[in-house]
């Protein structure tokens, strides 16, 4: 019997250890989303493709988040599309409020 209640409670605790690693996958920052997807051509908020299109305040033309969402969906030449199948929309928003926030 004693076996069996330790079984359980093992078998809990590995549960419950895969719940939270798939929870903090699920919900990435928007600063390590942004380096993941976006970083290769806007390395700290720059652009390496259109120099003068970086993602600074001042030079940048988007300025809330759902034209920053909306950049991602409809891009403009030189830029990668991202739909909604790659970066969901809460995804895109964490994205956006992360630049709107840090350049
Ligand atoms: C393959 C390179 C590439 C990737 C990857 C990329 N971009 Fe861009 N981005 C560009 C280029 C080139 C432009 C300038 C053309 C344009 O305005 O679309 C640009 C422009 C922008 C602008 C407009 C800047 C302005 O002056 O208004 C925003 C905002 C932006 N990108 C956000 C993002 C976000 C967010 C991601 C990641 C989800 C991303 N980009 C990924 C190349 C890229």
Known sequence: MKKLV????????????ISTANTAQASATGEELFKQHCSVCHPNGGNIIKPHETLYKGE???NTVEAI???MRNPGPGMSKFDSNVLPDSDAKAIAEHI???F
């Open 6 to 17: 330790t079984l359980t409670l093992t078998l809990s605790a590995i549960c419950l250890w």
């Open 69 to 71: 969402v909306d950049k």
């Open 60 to 62: 940048r033309e988007v």
């Open 100 to 102: 709107l926030k840090t």
